[in-house]
C-alpha cells in the first residue's frame, strides 16, 4: 500500500486502550500521530496543529463525537474525519457521513479494513480538495473575464463620449479636463485613491446621456426655452441609464454621472439633491465641471473669463458649490495663468477594483 507521506492524525477516543491500537496501526502505515482523550481536548489541539486526518470516537465525555465533527467541519473545512462507532450505532456513523464525515469504521476494529479506510478517506479529501481548488480557478477566471468585458464595455462608452464631444467644437474635450480638474481638487482634498480612480471614471463619462439629447438643441445660438433647458437637463439621467448595467458596482461614480448638475441648496437637477445628499465625488465634479463649463466657449455665449468664472465658483459657495471643493481648486491653481488648463491626453478608463463585505479593495491581478 502507497505511504501517506507522514501525514499528521489525530485520535480522539476516552479508551486509552483503543487509542494505541489506532495509533500503532498508523505510525506502521508513516503516520506521525497524536491523541486526545475527549472532544475538547482534540479541539485544543487542533487549534495549536490543524491535521489532515481525524479519526474519532462517537461516545466520549464532555463532548461527543457528533459535535466534535460539527466544529472540525465548520473550522477545518479540509481535515478529513472518520468516525469510530460500535456495530449497534451505525445508524449514527450514516448520520455523521451526512454531516460530513468521510467514513466510518465499526469496533471491535479489523485492522485491515482501518487501513482501508484510511486511505479512502485520504483519496476522498484529495480529491474534494481538487475539485474546491477547481472551482475556485474557475470562479476566478469567469470574474476575470466578465471583468474583461466590462473594461471592454467601458473603453467603448469613453470612445463614444470623446466622439460625440469631437461633433461639436464647443465641447471637445470637455469631459478629460473635467476629470483632471477633479483630480487636482480630490489631491488637494488628500483622498484616497481609490475614491480618486472613481471620480475620474465618474468625471469623464458624466455627459454620456447628451447622446439622447437632441442635436439642435445642444447646438442651439441662441436662448434656450424652458422646455429645451429641461431637455437638455435630461442627460444626467439618461447617462446614469446607460451606464448602470456596467457601474452596478461602482455606485459613486454613478452618482456623478446622475447628479453632476445638483446643487448644494437643492435646486439643482435631476433630483434636487442638496447637502448631505450630494457625494463629495459629486460635489467636486460639480465644481470642476461648472469651471470648465463657463471657460469654454457655448453657441449662445462667448467663454467667461477666468477671473470670472472664479468669482461665480466663489458667489456660489455653499449655495451651489461645496466650499472645501472650491477652496481646493483655488488652491490647486496659484498661478492663475495656468487656468484654464490645456485638453489633457485622453487615457484608458478602468473600473476600480472590486470592494468586499468589510469596504476594502482588492488588490488588481
Known sequence: MPQPNALKCLVVDDEPRLRRVLVRLLEGE?????????????????????VPLVISDLR???????TLLREIIARWPTTAVIVVTAVAEVESAVACLQLGALDY????????????RVMQALDKRSLKMEVEDYRRTLEQRVQEQARRIEELSLERLQALVHFLEEKDPYTSGHSVRVADYSARIGRQMGLSQAVMDTIALGAELHDIGKIGVSEAVLHKAGKLT?????????????????????????????AIVRSHHERLDGKGFPDGLKGDQLSVEVRIVGVADSFDAMTSVRPYRPALSVEKALQEL????????????????????????????????????????????????????
Open 226 to 254: 424652458e422646455a429645451e433647458y429641461r431637455h437638455i437637463m435630461e442627460h444626467p439621467v439618461i447617462g446614469a441609464r446607460i451606464l448602470a448595467p456596467l457601474m452596478r458596482d461602482v455606485p459613486p461614480a454613478l
Open 30 to 50: 508513516g503516520f506521525t500521530c497524536s491523541e486526545a482523550g475527549s472532544g475538547t481536548e482534540a479541539l485544543e489541539l487542533l487549534q495549536q496543529d490543524p
Open 314 to 365: 466663489e458667489d456660489g459657495k455653499g449655495t451651489q458649490f461645496h466650499p472645501p471643493a472650491v477652496e481646493a481648486f483655488l488652491a490647486a491653481f496659484p498661478d492663475r495663468s495656468a487656468l484654464p488648463v490645456t485638453t489633457p491626453e485622453v487615457r484608458p478608463l478602468h473600473l476600480p477594483p472590486p470592494v468586499d463585505a468589510h469596504g476594502r479593495s482588492s488588490p488588481p491581478d
Open 60 to 66: 466520549m465525555p464532555q463532548m461527543d463525537g457528533v
Open 105 to 116: 469504521v465499526a469496533k471491535p476494529f479489523h485492522l485491515d479494513e482501518v487501513r482501508a
